[in-house]
């Protein structure tokens, strides 16, 4: 048991007493659930490639070790330097994504990554959580300023990312991205009549997407009429959530995540769902749940415009995020490839959410233990 005392002015003692343990404690949970389930669900694609069982495995527990280091180190960080880690990152990765469309590998027909050695980098997952937080800190700028044009320098920086994303192609992503930044915008004040207006830009480029991108639409048909195209992800999942019942086959006795294409990755809570049943699967809900609750409980005595916007952004990333997966998981949503957050295999989308799960500890930080209008030894969180 860590014991510091609250008199102790240190950097480690000043995080202990300010962060929040209990949304720390469930990150921690959710990372060490990834690794079981990743041991279950990966082996059987490990030898359908033709690689040693615990391939994959192995690489998640190095991903998922430098994943919670990484929740930890910006963690400790001030508001000021997670905005400043946002502001400086967010050029990067923009960067990085136009290089994919240069010199990334085609994978499905989408150029999204970077290959480095071994392992490849996918830009756009760090992205997130830069994007989020630079386009709080533009919007915040008007509450101290009105005379900066906040919103058109947001829905410029948002256009910017959004075309990006569409040339890859990543439409999931790109539906993510622009439900979190329209709420970000509602958020600081952004006009009725914008908001309409910003919605129908929406609903007219889905219609678009459809038109004239035949992958769309034939994702979007196969969603609301199955039998006009292949389905057989699908179909694998709904089997493998019918074969689990209530209570599942036991761990590692599944049978159709053997036939499931991306049971790691994608489709992995469809593996909890055969192998641990349908109460391990609500069980795991409730956890992202607490999560994302605990993130909303402190915008609710929030009062800085910056912490309030990047805070909001974030949690509403990661639970958008949740529910995308699992949506497309129970055939509620089209196919789409998004990752569990910190439980499905990857090491750009770990790195990623750990990232964005470290600046909201530190956006949240507080000292639950002075008085109000007192700060002795300047604990209250850094502007």
């Not at 749940?289 to 509403?316: D, K, Q, S, T, Y």
Request: glycine share 10%; aromatic share 10%; with cysteine.
């Amino acid at each position: 048991m860590i014991a510091f005392s609250r008199t102790d002015n240190s950097v480690l003692s000043r995080w202990w007493w300010t962060v929040d343990r209990w949304m720390l404690a469930l990150v921690l949970a959710l990372a060490g659930v990834g690794i079981w389930l990743t041991l279950t669900a990966s082996p059987a694609v490990a030898e359908r490639l033709g690689l040693d069982a615990m391939h994959f495995v192995k690489r998640q527990a190095v991903f998922m070790t430098l994943g919670l280091g990484t929740v930890f180190a910006v963690s400790l960080m001030s508001a000021t330097m997670v905005r400043r880690m946002a502001v400086l990152g967010l050029p990067v990765m923009l960067l990085l994504m136009i290089a994919t469309l240069v010199i990334g590998p085609e994978i499905k027909g989408a150029t999204r990554w970077l290959q480095i050695g071994s392992y490849t980098l996918q830009p756009s997952e760090f992205m997130k959580p830069f994007f989020i937080v630079s386009t709080a800190w533009v919007l915040s700028s008007h509450f101290s300023d009105e005379k900066i044009p906040a919103k058109q320098v947001a829905f410029g920086l948002y256009l910017l990312v959004v075309s990006l994303l569409i040339l890859q192609p990543d439409f999931g992503q790109t539906i993510l991205i622009s439900t979190v930044w329209f709420a970000q915008m509602a958020l600081a004040g952004l006009p009725m009549m914008w908001m309409v207006l910003t919605g129908c830009v929406g609903v007219l480029g889905l219609g678009l997407g459809y038109a004239l991108l035949p992958h769309v639409a034939s994702r979007i048909d196969r969603f609301i009429n199955p039998a006009s195209g292949d389905t057989y992800q699908t179909d694998k999942a709904m089997e493998a959530f019918e074969a689990g019942g209530m209570l599942g086959k036991g761990p590692g006795e599944g049978a159709v995540k053997l036939h499931l294409p991306d049971a790691h990755t994608d489709y992995i809570f469809a593996v909890v769902g055969e192998e641990f049943g349908a109460i391990a699967c609500v069980l795991l809900l409730v956890l992202f749940a607490g999560i994302v609750v605990r993130g909303l409980a402190h915008l609710l005595e929030e009062e800085n415009p910056f912490r309030l916007l990047a805070a909001a952004g974030l949690i509403m990333q990661f639970g958008l995020q949740t529910l995308i997966n699992v949506g497309v998981n129970l055939a509620l949503l089209p196919s789409k490839g998004m990752t569990l957050p910190f439980i499905s295999y990857g090491g750009s989308s770990m790195l990623a959410l750990a990232i964005g799960m470290g600046m909201m500890l530190a956006l949240t930080k507080r000292n639950r233990f002075i008085r109000p209008g007192s700060d002795p030894m300047g604990w209250r969180a850094a502007e």
